[in-house]
């Protein structure tokens, strides 16, 4: 899934969604690898998790 413009990410290797700094998010993965999300990137992740 595309979460933002410069990465695509397999959703089984999410782990948990943290908010980073005001209004951004990031997604940490089972590798420990934190991807930054865009707005529209976490509304798609949002939506396709079901929160």
């Known amino acids: 899934m595309r979460i933002h413009r410069s990465y695509l990410m397999n959703l089984q290797e999410l782990t948990r969604i943290e908010p980073a700094e005001k209004d951004s998010h990031l997604a940490l993965l089972r590798s420990g690898?934190?991807?930054?999300l865009s707005q529209s990137g976490y509304a798609k992740l949002k939506e396709v998790l079901g929160i």
């Open 33 to 36: 690898t934190r991807i930054p």
